[in-house]
């Protein structure tokens, strides 16, 4: 019970700290504004002050344009990067559409060769020479 108070207790300061807080900031500026509009006179300039500092001030203005303008760069250069991405595909495309079945020719004409011997699952079984042969037809043909 003496842990339940004092966590009450605690919450009601809190309460009243937020409640002061309140009163300073917002409650008094308006109250002195209020006297000031009664009275007539110069007021209308200090509320008029008073609206301007309620406002952002020019350093967080000026921070948000340095982030909108890195923003905007970054973007920029997402943008270029994925058109360079873009023509990277494109190009790979184009490669895999001409080499590769010029390789499957290549590998088709290397074991039509009667020389080759299969294995029982009627798989090639390739010498050494045909393998280097088969390896340099595939290096020419993609580095052409």
Same mark, same amino acid.
């Given at each position: 019970m003496n842990e339940a108070f004092q966590a009450s207790y605690k919450r009601t300061e809190d309460v009243i700290k937020i409640l002061r807080n309140i009163e300073t900031n917002k409650i008094d500026p308006m109250l002195?504004?209020?006297d000031g509009v009664? !009275?007539?006179?110069?007021?209308?300039?200090?509320?008029a002050e008073?609206?301007?500092?309620d406002g952002p001030s020019e350093m967080e203005i000026y921070r948000?344009?340095? $982030?909108?303008?890195q923003q905007e760069t970054l973007i920029r250069q997402k943008t270029e990067e994925i058109s360079r991405l873009k023509e990277a595909i494109a190009n790979l495309e184009k490669v895999n559409s001409t080499i590769v079945p010029e390789l499957i020719d290549l590998v088709e004409e290397l074991l039509s060769d009667k020389?080759?011997?299969?294995?029982?699952?009627?798989?090639? $079984?390739?010498? !050494?020479e045909h393998r280097t042969q088969l390896f340099e037809k595939i290096r020419r043909k993609a580095y052409v």
């Open positions: 002195h504004a209020l009664a !009275k007539g006179g110069g007021t209308r300039q200090e509320i008073k609206e301007e500092e948000l344009v340095q $982030i909108n303008e020389i080759l011997e299969k294995d029982s699952n009627q798989n090639y $079984i390739l010498t !050494k």
